[in-house]
């Protein structure tokens, strides 16, 4: 039509997509072409142009070349385009085009406005149109979603009008107020609903009450606070509901009805008031159980109570009979105690039982054991296999629970039931669950009781036994005490005094008088041993042995208790052989404690091995924490059946052997205890006639949360000792020397073989080193060759003690004399003084009560080059240290007046005392809590009779050369 009226070519129309991203092109290329549709993108082209401007566009000539932007139909020359409008609103582009040349006039554009105007109303009345059906569609489709909703509603919904007239109500609510299967939801709506309503106690609601008349009047009925009403559609007919509801506004707020949503709470309240009942009748259960104290359930039971008892069961449960059994737990017995409703023929049928009948024949042993469960069972009786055998009682159904407590079972509760009177359900079976739980809980009390009265005898008994018990440690742990000071004090006097005379220089020289001061060293040292075993042993039993970890090294250690033993394993001409892993040096232990274990076991093997047999001790890494000892020796070896019997105390293997070899047997017991409590393990291999071998594992550390070493009192400054490396495997060479040595003021540590020499100087430096030539594992050639290539040790003197003389002596390594043995005192020490090391004399200060104490160590002291000043007690002590400053303090801790806990903190008190060494000598019993207190204080703490003196010389000797140590 455009195309005629105008005289065209081509027609096109442009309308945006949904999206409005595009534009959909609807053409005409002529009058005998249909319409083809293009999308092109929105804001391009004439469209573009004009939808911009919102105004026509007359192009008359398209080829001219400002017109290349419009993209024009093909072949088109001349254009006219207008926008679609909707008043200000652009919804598109109407353009036609001409083949020709064409100019369009004033009128073209006025009849091609008009067009695209009436083409636009047209369009936007399609438009509406659409939008109307689909609105119209959707609102169908939601209001049928609406009555779905509202007809799938359990509770019954009800809406009003204005006045209070039903104009819709859903299924639930025809359910609820139909009068009869033919009335129908038309009909409800038509006769409304407003029946009969009273409240919960059948008292009539006036219609200012009603629900509907509240909601009309403004008033909102909440789900938190409903109406509880009961409504009576029919006279014989009553339903309780509780109800919400809201009034129906307009947009005005005016009120135009309301609704009211009714639920059903007809069952509920019935399961209300059942389990309120149910409960009550609990309660009363419970306050007749929980008073009540009873052994168990025999035939002599309290038969009024248990009566009762099961007259409240029969309430509560509904069940015809309540009968309450009881069972012998070992033979299964089963006997009728008390019964409530139990017809007659049942009656007989316990009579006739009254002998006792077993779960199994009663009701199957498969049953039977399903029954001794905590777990309430019903049991169907019309079927197999109860539909065969006797049914006295008439039941369908029995509902029974045991009666357990703690595993034990005391008799058991049936419930006998018919289905036309009452059916069994799950509540039944949790309230019989429940009080089958309140007599069960009632026994186990009464048992509870018992057990409680029978523990509370015994823990009274226990508890007088044991403060009885602790009297008598406490006695016996003074006893101790007492005798530890008592017993060790004169017998450390003895030996000390006894070590004295068997020194040579001494004075003492006849064989025969040597002898008898060996015999007298020998029974005193073995004396002490047994007295120290017996108070170890007494402070295992107590838990006092007290550990005091220290550092130490391995080979130290051991070359000590080898040169210990060295008098016993020369006497019986015994091969002894000693092997340390290099890797096992530095140890942070109990130093004496590991000593005593070292020698309990070496003194066994030594005792065991007959003459000219072997010992030997290997120590082994057990990784980087841990270490192994092995002592082992071709002795006489142990029985496997005797082998338990030894780490047991005061027991020996067999009289045979207790007779040729004297002991106490605590000395395996109390090593036992010892490795163990420092966190190792012992074992033994023995073959008899070919000797044992002991193992041992340790950490290297002690295990307890002390990770360091206790602060020690920083010493002054070092005295300047001189220390002397004695190197000789001659015992008695070895001792005379050390004593000539010390005599003469010198420190000296003494070794026995050339490895430990070059090891020993590898540790620390020495001033000089007295050296023996014929050594048993490396020639002094060697060991002189290597120590002078040591850092330091190239210049240090050197003088060569030795049996036979050698001329190469001096060729291989310079040396300050040469000494042929045997040598003297004086030309030992000659020897020294002639390499300029002149030693320098320490004060000593010892502060004991003991008389025989003092004497030992002021003639000891002395004959090693020191000054011994010796004090009475802690007074006169105190009174020495103002007059003068000691290098060293030896120390008692048991005196009289003032003890030596008290010197102790006065002598760290003095700015002039704070540094000088302690060395703690006593025989107190102490705690672990004594030896951590004296150790932050003290250099060293040790017990008499279990150190000698010698050693505590040698102490002396060290922490006066080195005081910070």
Not at 261 to 275: A, C, G, N, S, Y
Request: aromatic share 4%.
């Amino acid at each position: 039509m455009i195309q005629g009226n105008l005289g065209v070519d081509n027609v096109t129309m442009l309308l945006p997509t949904p999206d409005g991203q595009h534009l959909i092109i609807h053409t005409t290329p002529g009058p005998d072409i249909v319409d083809q549709e293009q999308v092109v993108p929105i804001g391009e082209g004439i469209a573009g142009e004009i939808m911009a401007t919102g105004k026509k566009l007359v192009v008359d000539d398209l080829a001219q070349k400002s017109a290349c932007h419009l993209r024009a139909p093909e072949h088109m020359r001349s254009l006219l385009g207008v926008p679609l409008r909707v008043e200000e609103r652009i919804i598109g582009v109407l353009h036609v085009s001409t083949i020709a040349y064409r100019h369009f006039s004033a009128a073209d554009c006025h009849l091609l406005q008009l067009i695209a105007d009436r083409i636009s109303l047209a369009l936007e009345r399609a438009h509406a149109d659409e939008a109307v059906q689909l609105a119209r569609a959707q609102a169908a489709t939601h209001a049928a979603q609406l009555k779905a909703i509202f007809e799938s509603i359990t509770d019954g919904i009800v809406v009003y009008d204005n006045i209070g007239r039903v104009i819709q109500v859903n299924q639930a609510a025809h359910a609820i107020f139909a009068e009869d299967k033919h009335y129908t939801q038309q009909t409800l709506a038509e006769r409304g609903s407003r029946f009969a309503l009273t409240d919960e106690y059948d008292r009539p609601l006036s219609p200012e009450e009603w629900p509907i008349t509240r909601i009309l009047q403004g008033e909102v009925i909440p789900q938190d606070a409903p109406m509880d009403v009961v409504a009576h559609p029919t006279e014989a007919r009553s339903i309780q509901l509780s109800c919400t509801g809201a009034p129906l506004r307009d947009d005005q707020g005016n009120i135009t009805g309301g609704v009211v949503i009714w639920r059903d709470v007809t069952e509920r309240r019935r399961l209300e008031r059942h389990t309120h009942a149910s409960l009550q009748s609990l309660m009363q259960i419970a306050q007749l159980l929980i008073p009540y104290d009873f052994q168990g359930l025999t035939e002599t039971t309290d038969l009024p109570m248990f009566n009762h008892l099961m007259e409240l069961i029969h309430q509560l449960m509904g069940s015809f009979c309540v009968s309450l059994l009881s069972i012998e737990e070992t033979t299964q017995q089963v006997h009728l105690l008390v019964t409530y409703g139990m017809p007659a023929s049942a009656q007989a049928y316990w009579w006739e039982q009254r002998e006792g009948i077993t779960l199994g024949t009663l009701f199957g042993e498969e049953i039977a054991a399903q029954l001794l469960n905590d777990t309430p069972i019903i049991l169907d009786m019309q079927r197999f296999p109860f539909s065969e055998r006797p049914n006295p009682y008439g039941a369908t159904h029995f509902l029974t629970t045991a009666l357990m407590s703690g595993g034990q079972i005391y008799g058991m509760l049936v419930l006998a039931v018919n289905d036309a009177d009452h059916i069994v359900s799950t509540t039944d079976v949790q309230l019989v669950n429940a009080i089958g739980h309140l007599l069960s809980l009632a026994l186990e009390r009464r048992q509870r009781n018992l057990h409680h009265e029978q523990t509370t005898v015994a823990l009274r008994d226990a508890h007088a036994e044991n403060e009885r018990v602790q009297e008598a440690t406490r006695l016996k742990s003074e006893f101790l005490a007492n005798m530890s000071h008592e017993l060790r004090t004169p017998l450390n006097g003895i030996i000390g005094f006894t070590e004295l005379l068997t020194d040579t220089t001494f004075g003492v020289t006849d064989p025969e008088h040597m002898e008898y001061l060996g015999d007298i060293l020998t029974s005193a040292r073995h004396l002490l041993h047994l007295i120290n075993d017996i108070l170890d042993l007494a402070k295992i039993e107590a838990g006092k042995t007290v550990f005091t970890p220290e550092a130490g090294n391995m080979t130290d250690i051991l070359n000590t208790i080898q040169t210990s033993l060295q008098p016993l394993i020369t006497k019986k001409q015994l091969r002894f052989a000693l092997t340390i892993d290099p890797t096992v040096t530095d140890i942070y232990l109990d130093i004496a404690k590991l000593k005593q274990i070292f020698l309990n076991f070496l003194s066994n093997a030594i005792k065991f091995t007959p003459e000219k047999g072997l010992v030997k001790v290997h120590v082994r890494a057990a990784g980087p924490n841990a270490f192994i000892g092995e002592i082992s020796d071709t002795g006489i070896g142990i029985r496997a059946d005797e082998i338990p019997q030894l780490f047991t105390a005061f027991q020996q293997l067999s009289s045979g052997i207790a007779k040729q070899h004297q002991g106490t047997g605590l000395g395996l017991a109390l090593t036992k205890h010892l490795v163990e409590a420092q966190g190792g393990q012992i074992s033994v291999q023995s073959v008899p006639g070919q000797g044992s071998t002991f193992t041992f594992s340790m950490p290297r550390r002690w295990p307890s949360d002390q990770a360091e070493n206790p602060p020690r009192p920083e010493g002054g400054h070092a005295k300047a000792i001189v220390h002397v490396l004695v190197v000789d495997d001659n015992q008695e060479d070895q001792q005379c020397l050390m004593r000539w040595l010390r005599k003469a003021g010198y420190a000296v540590t003494c070794v026995s073989n050339g490895s430990a020499a070059i090891e020993a100087c590898q540790r620390q430096h020495f001033a000089a080193l007295i050296l023996d030539m014929v050594l048993p594992d490396i020639h002094g050639h060697e060991v002189l060759r290597t120590i002078r290539a040591l850092t330091g040790y190239a210049d240090v003197p050197v003088i060569v003690v030795t049996m036979i003389p050698d001329k190469s002596i001096g060729l291989v390594s310079p040396v300050q004399d040469i000494l042929i043995k045997p040598t003297h005192h004086d030309e030992l020490v000659q020897a020294i003084h002639r390499t300029g090391l002149l030693p320098q004399q320490g004060k000593v200060l010892v502060i004991d009560d003991s008389p025989s104490i003092r004497k030992l160590l002021e003639v000891s002291l002395t004959r090693e080059g020191f000054q011994a000043i010796c004090c009475d007690d802690g007074h006169s002590g105190l009174a020495a240290l103002k007059e003068m400053t000691p290098d060293l303090i030896v120390l008692d801790l048991l005196m009289p007046k003032i003890n030596g806990w008290e010197v102790l903190v006065s002598v760290r008190a003095k700015p002039a005392t704070r540094d000088v060494p302690v060395i703690i000598w006593t025989s107190a019993e102490l705690s672990q809590a004594d030896h951590d207190r004296l150790r932050q204080d003290a250099q060293s703490v040790v017990m008499k009779g279990i150190v000698k003196t010698s050693d505590i010389t040698q102490m002396i000797h060290h922490y006066i050369a080195n005081p910070k140590a």
